[in-house]
């Protein structure tokens, strides 16, 4: 796997400000929309390339392969032709061969071989007005320019494989307009917004258990020069039985520039989505769609970002943010990974009807790149913690001044999962906990996949985007933790882990809540010594045991303040397993990781 942005997350007290810089689809309607990318940015002072945080910097053509000559099919099976690296001296390069005539068209280039920057300095040679990169990995990646960098002047973008593949077919239909760049100032009449300005459902997949209701909101923006006065968004939801939901509201006059926030509490509102309570949403597919119209008489000038709709779903026995596939499993389109020790992804859960579930294990799906690597054998951990931090949410100052962002984990559950070979590559799996965990009201959890193998990614739904969501709870959606650091913000343009919950009623539980004790260990990881902390006090047995089932430590302590310190020198660097006995028959078990 290839690295990709990782995000801290940053919050402001209002709705998050989005740079209006985008690489969007504009014609035919299949490819109409935003797409995930990452530009050659000047600001790094390795490319020339034009500055989108200037608004009004922007190209908008029609789309061509370039095709320097060269033949035979790279390992990705596309042609070595379209890579653009003739003449670049790169290992396996072929000579310098006749590009086609990119004039007034945004080259199309798929990486591969050469520099980033002599790539794009041949099709801008070629009189390509803009170029965009297409990835061999599922996602978008930073670009350094190289040696030829500075010498570039047109616009550079990168998308990923899979929507590289979604515009190279559709270019085998006919011509394909793309806009990349800032949209402010563009047009004279241009309103829109973005699949990050908006608030979904709280769930891909959501559950009959649950009050499935929850508010909408929308920020919008008029990128045009001219003010407008007669702007509505209309908010509407189709379930399985037809409209459920449909509400639009006026905005106040917009000038040139001006922005408003559509959202519950503020002056122009929707109605929240509420059909009544548990049991009164129906099992099935649902559909939320916004559309921004500037009345009768204007007409958008750049109207492919007026439209935004995302799918979730009802049903009886899952709880997931990733959309569900035909099969009922959640949907994998990414893998994204960037460790070299430790990587776990997490999925944040808080309802205030958390109690009406009790959850029985967790569906995910693992990731090898099985041309290089193995799944088989591979070690993967699935960890539930409560969430204890002090900390509100990501605007409390205790967040933003101390970084104190993961600190009171407690290990509630947790699991193994080995794959048996690497055909379960890319494929969900279902792991079940020993036994089934009693979720609280308005109680924080993150549900987590760990796995101490680089080589390892797990998926996440590319279809579906929380960060609007994430701007209004300013909660944590997707936090991961790659190589001893957490990153509350997750994976840049991936923010919908694909784990599913299995849940049950939560009234058939029956569980005894004086048969576990909460407890935990610190430093976690552990070099020489680790500090167990039990809500009890007294006289303990502790024994560990490896990922294998193998004792290798037991001792008896005296738990003073609810803490004792435990010897862990002798231990190997690994996973341990550790069980804490009171005197009083009552538990504790959670993992300790030794470096």
Not at 285 to 299: A, F, H, K, R
Not at 300 to 311: P, R, T, V
Not at 331 to 350: A, L
Not at 560 to 586: H, P, Q, R
Request: charged share 15%; proline share 5%.
């Amino acid at each position: 796997m290839k690295k990709i942005i990782l995000c801290v997350a940053v919050i402001t007290a209002s709705f998050i400000a989005h740079t209006q810089v985008v690489c969007a689809g504009v014609s035919p309607a299949s490819i109409i929309g935003n797409y995930a990318f990452e530009w050659a940015d000047p600001g790094g002072n390795d490319w020339a390339t034009p500055d989108f945080l200037v608004p009004g910097v922007f190209v908008q053509d029609t789309l061509m392969m370039i095709d320097d000559g060269s033949p035979g099919l790279n390992l990705q099976g596309n042609p070595i032709s379209a890579e653009g690296c003739a003449g670049s001296g790169a290992v396996g390069a072929p000579p310098a061969g006749t590009l086609n005539d990119l004039t007034g068209k945004i080259a199309v280039i798929y990486r591969n071989t050469c520099e980033f920057g002599y790539k794009a300095l041949q099709a801008q040679n070629a009189g390509a007005v803009g170029v965009i990169i297409i990835n061999r990995d599922p996602e978008a990646v930073g670009m350094a320019g190289g040696t030829e960098g500075l010498n570039v002047t047109i616009p550079v973008v990168m998308v990923s494989s899979l929507d590289g593949l979604i515009l190279t077919n559709e270019m085998t239909n006919g011509p394909v307009v793309m806009f990349i760049g800032n949209k402010v100032g563009a047009y004279s009449n241009d309103v829109g917004t973005s699949a990050a300005d908006l608030m979904v459902s709280p769930y891909g997949a959501s559950n009959t258990f649950f009050d499935n209701g929850f508010d909408l909101a929308i920020q919008i923006y008029n990128f045009g020069s001219n003010e407008q006065s007669n702007v509505t968004v209309r908010a509407k939801i189709d379930g399985p039985s037809g409209n459920v939901y449909d509400d639009t509201v006026s905005a106040p006059l917009m000038a040139s520039g001006d922005s408003l926030y559509i959202a519950s509490g503020n002056p122009v509102a929707f109605a929240p989505f509420d059909l009544g309570g548990v049991g009164m949403y129906p099992v099935g597919e649902y559909t939320l769609t916004y559309t921004l119209s500037m009345g009768d008489t204007v007409i958008d000038d750049s109207d492919f970002d007026n439209i935004f709709e995302s799918k979730f779903s009802v049903n009886d026995e899952m709880i997931s943010l990733a959309n569900l596939d035909s099969t009922g499993m959640p949907v994998s389109s990414t893998y994204p990974s960037n460790s070299t020790i430790e990587y776990q992804s997490c999925m944040f859960f808080e309802d205030p009807n958390a109690s009406a579930v009790g959850i029985l294990g967790a569906y995910f799906t693992p990731y090898a790149d099985t041309a290089v690597d193995n799944l088989e054998g591979a070690e993967i951990f699935i960890n539930v913690y409560e969430w204890l931090d002090p900390w509100t949410d990501l605007t409390d100052p205790n967040y933003t001044t101390n970084n104190a962002w993961f600190s009171a984990l407690n290990q509630i559950a947790y699991s193994t999962y080995y794959p048996m070979s690497n055909d379960e590559t890319g494929d969900p799996v279902y792991v079940a906990f020993d036994d089934p965990i009693e979720v609280q009201d308005s109680q924080r959890y993150l549900f987590c996949l760990q796995s101490f193998d680089p080589a390892i990614a797990f998926g996440y739904d590319g279809n579906l985007d929380y960060d609007g969501n994430q701007a209004i709870t300013a909660m944590p959606i997707s936090p991961v933790y790659v190589d001893d650091t957490w990153y509350t913000g997750g994976w840049s343009g991936s923010s919908t882990p694909s784990i599913g919950l299995k849940v049950i009623d939560g009234a058939l539980l029956g569980l005894d809540d004086h048969t576990t004790v909460n407890g935990m260990a610190y430093p976690n990881p552990a070099v020489d010594v680790v500090t167990i902390s039990i809500e009890s006090n007294g006289a303990a047995n502790i024994t560990a045991t490896d990922v294998t089932g193998k004792l290798c430590l037991a001792k008896a302590v005296t738990l003073v303040n609810g803490k004792a310190e435990i010897n862990t020198s002798f231990l190997d660097a690994g996973v341990y397993v550790f069980n804490v006995e009171l005197e009083n028959g009552e538990t504790s078990q959670f993992n300790v990781i030794k470096r």
